[in-house]
């Protein structure tokens, strides 16, 4: 037998799913409003829900609903059919409760009970309402309720956490588990809007509210909790539908994870592992860089590079911080990105140091990431680096700082010597500490241990007694000795640490000032030209490189292959070809990067709203790297630049708009006034030869001839002004059609005797059948519209070719179809994409003609709600097809019109 597979569902499951459909088909549905706070409008949808249930027919009876004097809500509540409540007494108050027993007794269909987490007064049947609910259900009476989600038994904590204010009332999660849930969703604008406005609470409540839970922050953090609880609803019945469907697929949560990365060989394979544990959870992440306070090697600026790309290459988030503590700033990125569980690496090193330092990273991590997750992964001895226990002491300053830390208390021996006759050795002890604190001014922490312990050494062999011997021999001398060393250490250490601080903040200083200049300076910039040079100054003398900036091509989605004219940098093909890659694939490229690093120049792409809008290229003047500092504030640079471009093309988009808006505007006005003016004229001339005797025209003999010349550029002049009025009135979208039931037959008869100079000559093969349904159409419009249509078959087409026209209905008989067919030269090899612009003239079309006939033809079809469709025909020619719908005939309808 084969084996089974791995992907059966879980008999278990299934049953647990199956169990519960049948537990729900004996008992009735539970319906909860939920909110996020009150006075979100959770009874007023409960009791609009229940009036649609009314208005359907259903038995509706409102069991308790609580107003709290809101007038709408009270006015919505007029017209249902009431169960009376019940009186208790309780230590002399008079406390109104819902009868449970009237309402079993009455068995409504669907009954509404208001806030269901409402503890009931002492003396009832059950100490919660939401066992009353229960009660009714089990009824099969249907339930409409509202819940707070703070009052969810699962987020009651959580709540309590962000407001300060307790939960008392509470409602299990299985309860709600078995509901089906609505959100009732307001911003908190708008809620404390309504607060203010007194629909929430009195005045004075209200504003004691708006003090303490009904904060801003409050709210936001609820309607996030409200969200999430409504999504992980949805899932949950998804994943249980999946289980009884069989389909396979994963389950996806409202994790959020963070792995902590830096320098170290380590990074990589956790950043993996944390990939996959977010692919598996169907959750986003965010890999947390905190840049301590002493600067990195290039080695590892070049590592630290890598490992960020590679969180971006794999989706997801970089979040970075300065902290010379590593759990302090990895606690607070992690509470800033609301992180449910931090990826941390477990610690190697067999030796104290590095145990005991291990040992306090995790036991930090873990006390202070309070309610945070934690995984520690173990990393394979691969990625493990072999390093010294000294490294930082030997690596971090260089060598000439250690000869001038030797050559500093190698002199102030050599005077300490000189002044030992007239000072005592305490002093020249102090001398020592006075030149260490001094030292650590300006040197790193190596040098400063070094000076200390050289210093130390030549204070006992030069002064402490007995001189010129290496050893300590009396007690106080050996205190004297141990705590001068103490002292020393932590000084130079203390002060170290400060020097180093301070070079951090002065690196965020220039960082924050070379961003704050660059916004100052295209917060005033007004075109495009203009933002393209401050930007190249800016970048030039920040990063002291050459600039090259290119912008992307809004016609064809690419990048325009000669840089800006403001540009500094003047780049070869190769590096065009770099800078498109960049843009094409939304990723730095070129120099310093893993993609094309034997460009000249480094590349990064403009990215605003998930889309590349150009691209910046810079290439330093020094044969020297982008530091790790350098290359984050370009990067931020880079998106500052990339919002203001972004910003720039929209307005240039809305200006072109509104142009192309006033020129149609003009153009439209300039039609509608040329095609009235030269109506009348026309009118006249058409009158005019049309009423001529035909024993005047006999007179004229030959000279006849011009009278039908006259008569034939009439006609066609009054249809090129029909056009132009047609176009207004459907370009102005102010006009209405006047729908008539119409014979399809007589719309062809009619556009036929329009069209039969025209067609003269040529073979017509109509197809109409005998029963065609009547449409409801504006006839005047569609018969010029089928005129446009033949007219065009017959001015694009050579003489004596056929034309085909066919009416019927389509296989579902929704909709009536018109189709006009030649056998000219067809489609061009762009399909006739524009066929139906307004002016269009296709290359070869004969002279006369303005363009408009197919556009008026477009704008009909689609004003009664049809489409147009044009296709090349097997043979040669092409086809036009209308498709208009469809409406059933009142019998009462008029005769249909007649054309």
């Known amino acids: 037998m084969p084996a089974q597979s791995d992907e059966r569902p879980n008999p278990d499951s299934l049953l647990a799913v199956v169990a519960k459909e049948e537990a729900e088909k004996r008992r009735g549905n539970l319906k909860i409003f939920l909110g996020m706070c009150p006075g979100v409008g959770k009874t007023f949808a409960m009791l609009q829900a229940a009036r649609v249930e009314l208005a359907n027919g259903r038995d509706v009876v409102i069991g308790y609903v609580e107003a709290h004097g809101r007038k709408e809500t009270e006015a919505l509540a007029e017209g249902f059919p009431k169960v009376p409540r019940r009186a208790v007494e309780y230590r002399g108050l008079r406390l109104e409760e819902m009868d449970l027993d009237a309402l079993l007794e009455r068995r409504p269909h669907l009954a509404v009970v208001d806030e269901l987490a409402h503890s009931n007064a002492p003396g009832s049947r059950h100490p919660k309402r939401y066992q009353d609910v229960e009660e009714l259900l089990e009824a099969g009476i249907d339930v409409y309720t509202t819940l707070n989600v703070q009052h969810i038994e699962s987020r009651t904590d959580t ?87 069989h389909i396979l697929g994963p389950w996806k949560t409202g994790h959020r994870l963070m792995v902590a990365v830096s320098a170290s060989p380590f990074s990589e394979p956790l950043i993996r592992w944390t990939r996959r544990l977010a692919d598996s959870l169907g959750s986003p992440w965010v890999a947390a860089y905190i840049e301590p306070t002493h600067p990195l090697s290039a080695a590892e600026e070049t590592r630290l590079g890598n490992h960020l790309d590679l969180v971006r290459r794999l989706g997801g988030e970089v979040a970075t911080a300065t902290d010379d503590d590593l759990v302090r700033g990895l606690v607070r990125v992690a509470r800033q990105h609301n992180v449910t569980q931090i990826v941390f690496g477990k610690p190697g090193g067999s030796g104290f140091r590095d145990w005991f330092r291990s040992r306090s990273l995790l036991h930090r991590l873990a006390r202070e990431s309070g309610e945070i997750d934690l995984h520690i992964v173990r990393v394979d001895e691969e990625a493990k680096p072999s390093r010294s226990p000294l490294r930082w002491r030997v690596t971090e300053s260089p060598g000439s700082s250690y000869g001038i830390a030797a050559a500093v208390v190698a002199g102030l021996s050599f005077l300490n010597l000189a002044l030992h006759h007239w000072l005592g050795s305490r002093s020249i002890g102090l001398i020592y500490l006075l030149a260490i604190a001094f030292l650590a001014l300006f040197v790193g922490r190596g040098p400063v241990l070094f000076a200390a312990v050289l210093s130390a050494v030549l204070w006992d062999f030069f002064f402490l007694s007995p001189r010129f011997t290496l050893g300590v021999f009396e007690l106080e001398n050996g205190i004297m000795v141990s705590t001068y060393l103490v002292v020393a250490l932590v000084l130079g250490q203390f002060i170290a640490r400060n020097r180093a601080q301070e070079k951090a903040e002065r690196r965020r200083e220039q960082r924050v000032t070379a961003l704050y200049l660059l916004t100052q300076e295209l917060s005033s910039a007004t075109t495009m030209d203009d933002i393209v040079s401050r930007v190249v100054q800016h970048i030039g003398r920040t990063f002291h490189a050459e600039v090259a900036f290119f912008l992307a091509n809004p016609m064809e989605e690419s990048l325009y292959s000669v840089p800006h004219w403001a540009s500094t940098y003047r780049v070869s093909e190769r590096e065009v070809a770099v800078a498109a890659w960049a843009f094409e694939n939304v990723r730095p490229s070129g120099r310093f990067t893993d993609n094309l690093p034997l460009s000249q120049g480094h590349y990064v792409p403009l990215v605003s709203s998930g889309k590349a809008v150009g691209v910046l290229g810079v290439r330093l003047f020094e044969e020297r790297n982008l530091t790790f500092d350098q290359r984050t504030l370009l990067q931020a640079c880079a998106n500052q630049i990339a919002l203001v471009v972004d910003r720039q093309n929209l307005c240039e988009v809305a200006e072109h708009s509104r142009l192309a808006a006033e020129s149609e505007r003009l153009s439209q006005t300039l039609l509608n006034s040329i095609s009235h003016e030269m109506r009348t004229p026309l009118a006249v001339i058409t009158a005019a030869v049309s009423s001529l005797p035909e024993e005047s025209r006999k007179k004229l003999g030959a000279e006849a001839v011009y009278l039908e010349e006259i008569a034939s550029a009439s006609t066609r002049m009054n249809r090129l002004v029909e056009n132009l009025l047609d176009m207004a009135r459907l370009s102005s979208g102010h006009f209405k059609l006047k729908r008539e039931w119409c014979d399809g037959k007589d719309l062809v008869d009619a556009a036929l005797r329009d069209t039969e100079k025209d067609l003269k000559g040529r073979e017509l093969q109509l197809r109409v059948p005998s029963e065609l349904p009547l449409v409801r159409i504006d006839f005047p419009l569609v018969q010029q519209a089928l005129t446009n249509l033949l007219l065009n078959a017959a001015m694009h087409t050579p003489p004596g070719s056929p034309v085909d026209l066919t009416i019927e209905t389509d296989a579902t008989r929704e909709r009536m179809v018109i189709r006009v067919g030649d056998r000219g030269p067809g489609l061009g090899p762009d399909g006739g994409g524009h066929l139906f612009d307004k002016f269009y003239r296709g290359s070869g079309a004969p002279p006369g003609g303005t363009g408009l006939g197919l556009s008026i033809v477009k704008g009909v079809v689609e004003a009664h709600g049809g489409k147009i469709e044009v296709a090349n025909r097997p043979g040669g020619g092409a086809v036009f097809s209308l498709f208009l719908p469809l409406e059933r005939v009142p019998e009462a309808a008029a005769s249909p019109k007649v054309g």
Do not use: C, W
């Open 159 to 245: 709540v309590q956490q962000i407001t300060g204010a307790p939960v008392q009332e509470t409602v299990p999660d299985q309860f709600v588990d078995l509901a089906e849930v609505e959100v009732i969703d307001l911003s908190s604008e708008d809620l404390l809007k309504r607060l203010s406005e007194g629909k929430v609470y009195i005045p004075d409540r209200a504003r004691a509210a708006a003090l303490h839970f009904f904060r801003e922050g409050n709210l936001r953090a609820l309607r996030e909790i409200v969200l999430r609880l409504a999504a992980e609803k949805a899932g949950k019945d998804v994943h249980e539908y999946m289980q009884l469907m």
